[in-house]
């Protein structure tokens, strides 16, 4: 299992509309094969700061998913990005 975390920093008035714009990622994510969980989010305190977490069964889903990433316009939305993928090899209750 992948996980994905992290964040990204966009302009502070431009945020909301950024989240807004990233909901038919989200709905196409978590419609493709191998999606277990997948959210882009207004961050509660940073207005700049909007956080991601996904959440893949392989990363050939992943991947498939993916194809090259972001268009060039929302690329250009984004001034910094720290976000990382963890390979998860067990789960268990919390």
């Known amino acids: 299992m992948l996980f994905i ?12 509309t950024y989240v807004a714009a990233c909901a038919s990622v989200v ?14 989010t207004a961050d509660t305190l940073d207005p700049r700061r909007v956080n991601v977490v996904e959440r893949w069964a392989s990363e050939a889903e992943l991947l498939a998913f993916r ?7 929302t690329a ?7 976000v ?8 268990g209750p919390p």
Do not use: K, M, Q, W
């Open 5 to 16: 975390a992290g964040h990204l920093i966009v302009e502070a008035a431009d945020r909301d």
């Open 27 to 40: 709905e196409l994510a978590r419609g493709s094969s191998g999606c277990l969980d997948f959210a882009i």
């Open 67 to 73: 194809g090259s990433g972001p268009d060039a316009e």
């Open 76 to 82: 250009a939305r984004i001034l910094d990005a720290d």
């Open 84 to 91: 990382a993928r963890y390979t998860i090899s067990e789960v």
